[in-house]
DNA sequence: GAACCTCTAAACAAGG
DNA sequence: CCCTTGTTTAGAGGTT
């Protein structure tokens, strides 16, 4: 999109032409030297992750938008929306608890996930157009969340009520695609009845609304279920009906083995007033001394006191009936898009897994300006190292957003200024051991760093060294260090005056880089003693490098996110998956460890000569003789480096032959 | 504050 | 003369 002029680094990425820029709010914007306060927070993440990530990101996006569209749009017959006192707060609420904030999504994201986050968004508006039935009925569910959203949210903000009741209605705001929505419409035929429900449920004043919205409703729905007839009131069900409601509460309770999802009336489909559940000790319905009925956050002292308010309060009732409907339609659209989400995922690790030579879905046409058929042909050569994603249902929505931000936050912040730790040794020994950080995050990623514009999270140093000894003899000359940097990184592709510089000047200034003269010339080789000998500072100054390097280019704002990106993902990732072994938690650790130090490992791991897939650890305390055979012991380590960062899943021999074959590339030019 | 690391920028020289 | 390669210096920001 723009073009940087050759002495200096432009501040706008290309890809951020989805005018993504401005969702950068932590950057700075000229300086540039601030970028990446969070600095090591880069560091591990694979394509996979992303794209874990960006599924949840586009639903999230696609809630929001939803919401935008109830709130901003005009449909017709239904400009009640507009009316709601509550849909600017309702946004907010929604982010609130659990959920992203905009800023942190846009942050997290990176531009390949904006720019498949925006496509899903047009994808979604699209949709939306095609018919103004179902934007009403969109809408009224989202005022109906919306109301149910502001209620929560208030409470929230006093403290009154944990997270659950909002992850339910997020979780239902993120099942929200229209098509569902009209699925929905059809298999429950009594939101409305619902929506006023609850709205009584919360005590809302509904006087602005409530009219218009029950007229936006299917006269068939009303037909269906009595409740929704009622007037605004309390409500007023005869006992036949109530009788109707619990049949056919139980009905749904049956048929769709909800039991295990709404523990309303806990297991089985027992009616609210059953008395079984209600006297063990931890009630689903009760906990942190609230009542945690949806909607409902009545403060219990103990349990008694609050049995004795479900009986009350949540009795067999229309509102509670209605509820309870409600919490069931969030329940199965939930399954419903899980079970969507998860078969999307599955084929998308299937794709990225089964087929290494496709396209990736982070090839983007973000700038292809020189080596193109060295990028081509990386891209053919470089297919994998991607760990294993959660493919199991569990993954995509439920757990994820509660571990990362807690746990994200912390361990980045206490990582990234090195504080003192009783940790910290053991740490950057975890993250030596398992991993080589250049090597397994460039094998995890490679793909990433060849088409985004993101700079590698490594020093100049490490990268042409981890060039030279990715070589097949452990040298190269200028030129093709050059051409390694291109060919790796999209964002070297730019800048050259600026990084050839310095490449040129980390060889000459650098001990470990000896200039070797060769039959074609000079050639660059790697001292391994030497470069070890300056490793030790090196690694606690990793953090600041990659401030460093964030800032430096003036890329803080792209780097952030994508940091951040690469943190929560990763987190995530790691949270939510049971399938997230020991090495991957290490490439965990090296996230937030130095990066660049990550390379020397690479020798480490070689000269222990163990290349057992899952670790290679301990002795790699003094890789110092690595120098003496370089030769084979590189090409050993190679693969084990690339496992070590990540799961034992991995799909194999060819792509380590695909990370070799990767080589000769060079030759190419 | 010193020592150290890294990056950027620039000047300069030598060779093709 | 231009470009590439290689060396060197200087300054800035950061961490320990």
Not at 93 to 116: D, G, K, N, R, Y
Not at 118 to 137: I, P, W
Not at 252 to 271: C, E, I, M, R, W
């Amino acid at each position: 999109m723009m073009v940087e002029s050759a002495s200096e680094t432009i501040r706008t990425t290309p890809s951020n032409q989805n005018g993504v820029s401005s969702l950068s709010s932590q950057s700075d914007g000229g300086g540039g030297r601030e970028g990446g306060s969070n600095g090591d927070t880069n560091g591990e993440i694979s394509p996979v992750d992303l794209l874990h990530l960006q599924q949840q990101q586009a639903l999230q996006a696609a809630r929001q938008f939803l919401l935008q569209q109830a709130s901003g749009l005009n449909s017709p017959g239904s400009n009640e929306v507009k009316q709601s006192p509550v849909q600017v707060p309702v946004s907010m609420a929604m982010m609130s608890p659990q959920m992203i904030t905009p800023q942190q999504m846009q942050q997290i994201l990176s531009p390949p996930q904006l720019q498949a986050l925006l496509q899903q968004q047009q994808a979604l508006m699209l949709q939306q157009q095609l018919g103004s039935k179902q934007l009403a009925f969109q809408q009224q569910l989202i005022q109906m969340q919306q109301l149910q959203q502001q209620h929560i949210l208030n409470l929230q903000r006093q403290g009154l009520v944990p997270l659950q009741p909002t992850a339910a209605m997020q979780s239902l705001q993120q099942a929200m695609c229209p098509s569902d929505l009209q699925q929905l419409w059809k298999e429950v035929s009594g939101v409305p009845s619902a929506e006023d429900a609850l709205k009584q449920a919360e005590g809302l004043d509904l006087s602005t609304n409530s009219s218009n919205s029950t007229s936006a409703f299917p006269k068939a729905a009303s037909a269906h279920i009595p409740l929704h007839s009622l007037p605004n009131g309390q409500n007023h069900t005869p006992k036949r009906d109530r009788a109707r409601l619990f049949e056919w509460i139980s009905s749904f309770t049956k048929a769709d083995s909800g039991d295990d999802h709404v523990p309303l009336y806990s297991k089985g489909s027992q009616p609210p007033s059953s008395h079984h559940e209600e006297l063990s000790s931890s009630h689903p319905l009760y906990g942190h001394g609230e009542c945690k009925w949806p909607g409902c956050e009545a403060l219990c002292e103990d349990m008694g006191q609050f049995i004795k308010h479900l009986n009350n309060e949540h009795a067999l009732d229309d509102r509670s009936t209605a509820q309870c409907r409600v919490q069931m339609q969030v329940v199965q659209q939930l399954e419903i898009q899980l079970a969507k989400e998860s078969e999307r995922l599955q084929a998308m690790m299937t794709h990225l897994h089964m087929r290494p030579s496709e396209p990736k879905p982070f090839n983007q046409p973000l700038n292809l300006a020189s080596s193109g058929s060295l990028l081509k042909r990386d891209s053919e050569a470089y297919p994998e190292g991607l760990p294993h994603p959660p493919t199991s249902a569990a993954t995509p929505i439920t757990p994820l957003r509660q571990g990362p931000s807690v746990i994200s936050s912390s361990s980045l912040h206490t990582h990234s200024h090195s504080h003192t730790h009783p940790v910290g040794p053991i740490r950057r020994r975890n993250s030596d051991k398992y991993c080589t950080p250049i090597a397994s995050e460039l094998a995890q990623n490679c793909e990433f760093y060849k088409n985004a514009d993101v700079r590698p999270p490594f020093t100049y140093a490490s990268l042409i060294r981890h060039a030279i000894l990715e070589s097949p003899d452990r040298q190269l000359t200028l030129n093709e260090i050059y051409n390694w940097f291109t060919r790796k990184f999209a964002y070297f592709r730019r800048n050259t005056a600026t990084w050839k510089n310095a490449v040129r000047h980390n060889l000459s200034l650098h001990k470990c880089f000896v200039r070797v003269e060769n039959v074609k010339g000079a050639v660059w080789t790697v001292d391994e003693v030497e470069y070890q000998k300056r490793r030790p500072p090196k690694m606690t100054g990793s953090p600041t490098l990659v401030k460093n390097m964030i800032s430096g280019l003036g890329f803080g704002s792209l780097n952030a996110s994508y940091q951040a990106a690469l943190a929560e993902s990763s987190l995530s990732l790691l949270n939510s998956s049971p399938l997230v072994t020991p090495p991957s938690a290490a490439s965990l650790n090296m996230l937030h460890v130095g990066h660049d130090d990550v390379s020397s490992t690479v020798e480490q791991v070689n000269s222990n000569g163990s290349c057992s897939p899952t670790l290679s650890p301990q002795q790699y305390s003094h890789p110092v003789h690595v120098k003496e055979e370089p030769t084979e012991v590189e090409e050993d380590s190679r693969p084990v480096s690339l496992l070590a960062g990540v799961t034992h899943s991995l799909p194999l021999p060819s792509d380590e032959r695909d990370l070799e074959e990767d080589l000769p590339t060079e030759e190419l030019e």
